[in-house]
């Protein structure tokens, strides 16, 4: 297919409006939210993966970065370097599916060959009317911590995937060899599907924006980095309890099964896409999976309790110019 | 270098308020033109560049749309998947430098590593205050045609840089057997740098955007392909004169030594990044570079007139997901 074809079918899929200049134009109106993130194969994601996967977990991990700032999305544009073979048109089907339902227009792109595929979608969200944009330098002293739900559980799906473990037409196959004959494997399952098809946070972040106070980002690069870097934007600390963390269920067992280590795993594996907020003791979000997991602290320690005993938080996560992710 | 040495370096550069969030926040205000635009090693350049050649180029190339929509630029987001050993501090001198330059904020972005280097800008215009936006749509039937610079001489120096021509700090290097010894190295000189470091036309898009009427859109796939595009978006046909296409000095001999055929490089070279605009006869551009190359018509044919005789217009060009430029 040309790149000349491919537009045409786009502009039966998507608002031809927004597709025959050089820059989409987008109407009047309040501050906006920015974002934008890459996928890119062999490092975000298997080669191999499905297209029709690839696209919504593009998308929703760019939410995910909308929702932590309580940001209402409105439009993409996509830049897609493919390599050879790519499947242009699954890819575009299963984008605007999800774009439709979570109201996003997507507005623009380019495409390009590439040795490997690419795709960086930049995502502009919008002001909710009652609400404000959340930073991650409003922690305060005396702040509760939270987390939007569970961690460490899609990084036990990228390692169940680079073992061979595959989601194909909606059923997670795993490889004989693993965790085969066990109770394990529901939740092997689970943390292929949490890893593949992350659920951005979007209706917690806006309640967070109507709340009066509190600091929000989200866990994208493990909760030890990330922490550390909201502590740093509000030069405040935090205490957090090993005890308190939401573990998904059986993650100890499926940790033991892959030889990782699950407090590392979850303090260093990245790609969870749930919310990191404080806020005042007084408010309690209503989402269900949310837990305390400690406190925001004067000192600019961030100290993790565990076993009775404190101690630094140790130095884990994602860095996106080194190869280190969690043991 | 890890991600975050290299964001507390990028601080220091750039002000912090935007860095420090999931997504930036800009202000409220008029519409705005948004744009995306990818630089992929080995394809759209070589994988030697120098970053600090490469990072310019990257907003150039966006620029150029942005002019095209005739839109004054604001903000930008970079999303960078760098190869082992990419030079970080080199690339972000230079970006936001030329960021200055073009009154540009760099406002966000997502650092990844990648087998190859993939560079994605996207930009954010304002619509200037007496202005509009420019569209390809605009084109009518009787309008004249116009090219707001030469065409081909970047395909050429693209020729040149494949056969180990270089840029190095600030100096064309031509390897020995390449135009040695003719007159023609300063043209090839010229190629090479049109090639590498293109000059978006933002004050003339910006002019065309406070006449009453015409169309216009930049040359990034070579003349051929881009006036199909806009005669499409009008629905209307056109007729050019090959004789008074703009075409470099020396142009003509420069391809005889490279082997090129100079009306197919200008037609379908691309990377020409001049505009491409109608206006009515009455309004004549001051843009000194800029030149009369046909009229738009009413039949939708599209017409070469060369040597007494009229042909369809050849269908050269770039195609982004095939490798197909021009011969």
Known sequence: MSEDELLRWLRTKIDPCLLGDDAAVLPAGGPVAVTVDSQIAGVHFVPDLD??????????????????????????????????????????????????????????????RSPATVATLTLIGRRPEAGRFLRRADAAPGHVLWLGGTIGESAAGQRLIARGARLRKGRVELPDDLVAGTLLQGAARRAVRRHLSPSPQLALGQWLGRQEAGAAMDVSDGLAKDLRRLCQESGVGAEILADELPLPDRFSDLCREIGADPLSLALGGGEDYVLLFTLPERIVP??????????????????????????????????????????
Chains 1, 2 share one sequence.
């Open 51 to 112: 297209p029709a996967l690839l696209a919504p977990r593009l998308l929703a991990v760019n939410l995910s970065d909308l929702a932590a700032m309580g940001a209402e999305p409105a439009y993409a544009f996509l830049a897609l370097s493919t390599a050879p073979g790519f499947d242009h048109r699954r890819f575009f089907r299963a984008l605007i599916e999800a774009c439709r339902h979570f109201n996003v227009l997507l507005a623009g792109g380019d495409l390009a």
């Open 286 to 327: 209503a989402e269900p999976g949310a837990r305390k997991i400690g406190r925001i602290t004067r000192s600019k320690r961030i100290v993790l309790r565990q076993d009775g005993e404190r101690r630094d938080l140790p130095d884990l996560g994602w860095d996106h110019l080194r190869s280190s992710g969690a043991p």
